[in-house]
């Protein structure tokens, strides 16, 4: 009687959303990449350039590029929460990466698109540790995945594969495009592993940057004055955090004996003379820095391969018309500014992500978006599109009207921001926030601190001084701390999070 049930409200919601839409649905496709840097998209236009993402760059071209997407808990499980939600970690159950698990009972954008019709499919990493829910067909990454010959599961099954974890990602997506039922709208997500640590490049790859030296940010050498503990005592430099496995000093264990030969023929002379040299000090960092950049943005340049190739195959097949198209990442990322790399912080490089929407005939080519936009946004956006009802609950907004070049005057003039897990990995303490267009003020309270700090980005757009204690700022910090107030009602913030929001490590690697 349950099943009838459920299959008479999917045709109902079939029919119903087909009329509202003209039986003109859109596909939607969602690329979400680990730990990619909006610095590292060369569409944002990092004054180092960084790196060329052309076929990345062709969603912003003929869609938006947002430029103050934030995302509301910067960290990947709870980015990952947030995105199916539309939802905080307080109101989705998802703090860290430790000892959280996604409860997938709970209402997703996948579950309402899959019952109102959508085939709905998923590749890639997951990284929720329960099985994913409102997927047709799930092929995912246990844990965080390997770059070489990963293990996967395919719907609940244990399956492995040989080659790199970027391109097997790429043909398994494309595969479960063939094989799909023409004749109903779809939903992929295609979530890549990729460029998250220990930033393994494809063999393809290796040497990319004919040894580069690559511009330094202005920050990369902070000495953290300006600021209180929590910035001076966490554990995510370049300089002292980096293993031997990042620096690849070592190689990934995976490798094939051909695939090794390949790695060693490249690190190996280079990682001999870093050896002779004795480097020490400002020079060991510069180094440093450089193997780093070369690494991550290898496997940023893997990634952008894989966009590109299923743009083609959208065109080839006569899809990119009705497809909404996202390109996005479950956070920022840290690319040496403030001499460090990870994320977590209410600071920019952390907390803006990179969003990349096409739509053809709905959004404008080649616009730019500069509203307080954020993941959560993402959820009530994709179930309008479908002509879907938004659940209750939902705390993102739809960006249909801004994608249609219309911000509602009533749309967000702050955004708020809450971090969890501690102590491990990184040491960086919890906090939460208020972040408007120029100031953040951020209140640290983890359990050996509490304190305020306040950033003017307009004067100190590299956030090295806090005003908190400045009298200039006394007003607006006032006024800064009565909306976050309001914020926190509004969301529903409990006064005290629950105590398993820090985190237990359950080993070396469970929360990077």
């Known amino acids: 009687m349950g099943g009838r049930i459920r299959a008479a409200v999917a045709a109902w919601l079939v029919l119903t959303t087909t009329a509202a839409w003209g039986g003109d649905r859109p596909n939607i496709l969602v690329f979400f990449s680990d730990d ?8 944002y236009g990092d004054p180092r350039r960084l790196v060329e993402t052309p076929n990345i760059d062709r969603i912003a071209r003929q869609g938006m590029r947002f430029d103050r997407c934030l995302v509301p808990n910067s960290i990947c499980g709870p980015s990952r929460a947030a995105l199916l939600t539309g939802t905080y970690s307080h109101r989705n159950g998802f703090y860290n990466n430790t000892n959280s698990r996604f409860d997938g009972t709970q209402q997703t954008f996948p579950k309402r698109l899959q019952a109102a019709g959508y085939q709905t499919a998923l590749v ?26 990963p293990p996967m599961i395919r719907d609940g099954q244990r399956v492995s594969y040989q080659g790199y974890v970027t391109d097997i990602i790429t043909d398994l997506a494309l595969k479960w495009l063939d094989a799909r039922d023409h004749n109903r709208p779809f939903l992929l997500m295609v979530q890549h592993k990729a460029p998250h640590r220990s930033w393994e490049p494809a063999l ?43 620096l690849k000093l070592v190689p990934p264990a995976r490798l094939t004996p051909d695939q090794r030969r390949v790695w060693d023929a490249y690190y190996n002379p280079r990682n001999e003379a870093l050896r002779k040299a004795g480097l020490q000090g400002e020079a060991l960092l510069r180094w440093k820095y450089n193997r780093y950049l070369h690494d991550y943005l290898g496997c940023v340049k893997a990634v952008d391969e894989s966009v590109g190739r299923i743009l083609d195959y959208l065109d080839a097949h006569g899809l990119a018309h009705n497809t909404l198209v996202v390109y996005a990442s479950d956070q920022g990322f840290y690319l040496g500014e403030h001499g460090w790399f990870d994320k977590r912080w209410i600071f920019e490089e952390s907390l803006r992500t990179p969003l990349l929407v096409r739509w053809p005939g709905r959004v404008k080519a080649g616009s730019v978006n500069a509203d307080l936009t954020s993941v959560i946004d993402l959820a009530p956006t994709f179930l309008e599109a479908a002509g879907v009802a938004v659940p209750e609950g939902v705390q993102g907004r739809s960006l249909l009207p801004i994608l249609s070049g219309s911000t509602p005057d009533d749309w967000r003039q702050s955004f708020y921001y809450e971090y969890y897990e501690y102590p491990q990995p990184h040491h960086v ?71 398993e929001a820090y985190g237990v490590v359950r080993d070396a690697k469970a929360g990077e």
Not at 124 to 146: C, M, N, R, Y
Not at 218 to 233: I, K, N, Q, S
Not at 234 to 240: A, L, S
């Open 36 to 43: 990619h840097a909006y610095q590292a998209i060369s569409a």
């Open 429 to 499: 303490r919890p906090h939460h926030g208020v972040v408007t267009e120029r100031y953040k003020l951020v209140r640290f309270d983890g359990p050996d601190v509490d304190y305020w700090e306040l950033y003017d980005r307009q004067t100190d757009p590299h956030e090295l001084r806090s005003v908190a204690d400045d009298p200039a700022y006394a007003d607006i910090r006032r006024n800064l701390e009565r909306e976050l107030e309001r914020l926190r009602r509004e969301l529903g913030v409990p006064d005290q999070p629950p105590a």
């Open 204 to 246: 393809r790859h290796l040497g990319h940057d004919a040894d580069l030296d690559y511009a330094l940010p202005p920050t990369l050498f902070d000495d953290y004055t300006g600021r209180g503990l929590a910035v001076r005592d966490q554990d995510m430099t370049i300089d002292r955090t980096m293993t031997a496995q990042d």
């Open 124 to 149: 890639g990493k997951w990284h929720l540790v329960s099985d994913p829910t409102g997927f047709d067909h799930w092929h995912i990454l246990p844990g965080q995945g390997a770059y070489y010959n």
